[in-house]
């Protein structure tokens, strides 16, 4: 199989790679578990100052790691340096806290002494998306390095550099053979190493048929995994919201990274008494947007991350007007060359239509009207997806007392859903299960090993 890399604004291909031949993926693999049986006796101090040599690594590449994430997804160039700050500040979060999230966990036992011991569990198997290149590996790959496990990473086959550029980050950095090791293979082929007996845990951030693959080769060989699946956020705009924050929250929560986003706000829900004054400004600064090359400064919405990708949102709008959906706002493709799709507002939503329950991967939002906050908070759990949710409100203690009869995993008052390394990330439903990020995410592929101590009399 060829793996290329394509630059979305252009759909011309830029680089193309051959995928690892099967003796040099066995060769990964090995060099991943011998380098576990070392790196599990390193020290936090040595974990920590591998991680820290690549934050600053990351942020003095600022510039070119940059521009390769929007060459190869079609991210804002802007957004694109954002993110390498913020992969930065994961390596540099776990490198700074991981010894106190990982020290002894004292017990109190009715007899004899006890303690929890987080100790690493060997080699793990990431399998991570194309739509944050740097983040989403720095999220999963900076704690469990800091547990001591070692990372074989599956990156999206659409950013064949950004894996390879991250690799070569830690060789730069001087990571231990093994430690961390990009795999330029199919995401099939990664799913089949799953049964790898040498490897000890898997974690996905894709899609719902992805995860659910590798979850079923994980419970298959009694793997320990972690999902991080779609979603399909809602944005709550209660009678009492500030109307003109929760329009500019919306905005940037619904076209952020171009509206690939997973936690990104979808579907907008606003209760009837300021309905129509949120939708007439929304619609207004959405229309206003500025789409263009992703790599020039003042465009706000560039490319999907593919051709593919375009099609199919643009025909999932179709499918939605088609079943009675109104397009208040664009509705097709833009006219230009590249992986271009307007800026979409739908209308008239009913639970039969498709895009009702589907996950929009783009700039396209659904708007729907609602009596009341029951009826808001009833139609925001209304899917089989639990990711985020956001609510907008001047009552802050209302606000909780909605947020707490959402279904999902994060929710997020007068603000879109959003993350930094110190708060956890996570869904429930559809949208997966596990946690990262923040103490939780360095909770998940650990063996909590009891220890207990007696003395030689105590009774049994």
């Known amino acids: 199989m060829l793996i290329q890399s394509v630059n979305p604004a252009t759909n011309k291909i830029v680089k193309s790679f051959d995928e690892m031949t099967d003796e040099n993926l066995e060769i990964a693999v090995a060099n991943s578990k011998l380098a576990s049986e070392n790196w599990k006796k390193s020290s936090y101090k040595e974990r920590g100052n591998l991680l820290k040599k690549v934050a600053v690594l ?42 106190a999230f990982l020290q002894d966990k004292p017990l109190g036992p009715k007899l004899g002494k006890a303690f929890i011991r987080h100790s690493p569990i060997g080699v793990l198997l990431g399998v991570q998306p194309w739509n944050f290149p740097f983040y989403q590996v720095a999220r999963f790959a900076a704690p469990n390095i800091m547990i001591g496990n070692t990372i074989l990473l599956k990156h999206a ?22 430690v961390y090791t990009n795999l330029l293979i199919s995401g099939k082929r990664a799913s089949a190493i799953v049964s790898d007996e040498r490897i000890k845990g898997v974690s996905l951030t894709g899609s719902e048929e992805a995860g659910s693959k590798i979850a079923e080769q994980a419970g298959k060989y009694l793997k320990k995994s972690v999902l991080e699946l779609g979603g399909n956020d809602a944005f709550i705009i209660l009678e009492d919201a500030n109307i003109d924050k929760a329009v500019e929250w919306a905005v940037v929560g619904r076209i952020n990274n171009n509206g690939e986003c997973c936690v990104a706000s979808k579907r907008f829900i606003a209760v009837e008494k300021i309905a129509d004054e949120f939708l007439e400004k ?7 947007l ?3 090359d992703p790599m020039d400064p003042k465009t706000e919405l560039g490319p999907l991350s593919s051709e593919d990708a375009a099609k199919k949102i ?4 179709k499918r939605a ?22 800026p979409t507002i739908l209308t008239d939503l009913k639970p039969e239509n498709p895009a009702y329950s589907e996950e929009l991967f783009g700039p396209v939002a659904s708007f729907y009207r609602v ?24 009552d802050v203690e209302k606000g909780k007392i909605v947020a707490d009869q959402i279904d999902a995993g994060m929710v997020f008052i007068n603000h879109p859903t959003w993350t930094q390394p110190d708060l956890p990330f996570g869904g429930t439903k559809g949208s997966g299960y596990g946690r990262e990020l923040s103490e939780l995410g360095i909770d998940e592929f650990v063996n909590k090993k009891l220890i207990r101590i007696s003395g030689l009399n105590d009774p049994m």
């Open 290 to 292: 500025v789409i263009g």
């Open 157 to 178: 086959s659409l950013v064949p550099q950004c894996g390879i550029a991250i690799e070569n980050l830690f060789i730069e950095a001087g990571a231990p053979k093994g």
């Open 58 to 99: 990351m942020r003095s590449k600022k510039t070119e790691l940059s521009k390769l994430i929007t060459l190869e997804m079609g991210k804002i160039i802007a957004q694109a340096e954002g993110e390498i700050d913020l992969s930065a500040d994961i390596f540099d979060y776990y490198a700074d806290n991981a010894e």
């Open 371 to 394: 009596k009341n906050e029951e009826d808001a908070i009833k139609l925001a759990n209304d899917s089989s997806f639990g990711l985020g949710c956001s609510i907008f409100t001047e």
């Open 321 to 342: 007007i088609d079943a009675g959906a109104t397009a208040l706002l664009g509705g097709k493709r833009s006219d230009r060359d590249g992986a271009f799709m307007d």
């Open 282 to 288: 929304f619609t207004k600064k959405m229309k206003n």
């Open 314 to 317: 643009a025909d999932q709008v």
